[in-house]
């Protein structure tokens, strides 16, 4: 039996892709910015305990990321999950867009500028 292999997602850099594919890329991503927005917020902060949040600041940076779960769960919901992405392509994903794209440590969740 062959071992199942690691997926290999790439990141598409915009800026390397020609002007009439970013600007249509761009173009949907306005369109739909409200959808993207409603559905962050609306899944963001829904799963996690308050139990380890000790300040106010915590709180706040807390409510304002959506953690790999929380993430799973809207997919799941929508079904796009496992159907178009599976568990480890979201993971590679998240890290994929963490630490290249932002430098974050992070790598189980993201705030709304990583997820838009």
Do not use: C
Not at 38 to 59: A, R
Not at 77 to 88: E, M
């Amino acid at each position: 039996m062959s071992k199942m292999m690691a997926p290999e997602i790439k990141l598409l850099n915009l800026d390397e892709e020609e002007d009439r594919d970013r600007e249509a890329m761009l173009l949907v991503m306005k369109k739909y910015a409200k959808l993207w927005k409603n559905l962050y917020y609306k899944y963001s902060n829904s799963g996690f305990s308050s139990k380890n949040i000790k300040t106010f600041d915590q709180l706040n940076e807390r409510s304002q990321t959506i953690s790999l779960g929380e993430l799973t769960k809207l997919l799941k919901d929508h079904n796009t999950f496992p159907n178009l992405i599976n568990k480890d392509e979201l993971q590679t994903l998240f890290r994929l867009v963490n630490m290249k794209l932002f430098g974050r440590l992070d790598l189980q969740a993201m705030d709304y500028q990583a997820y838009y």
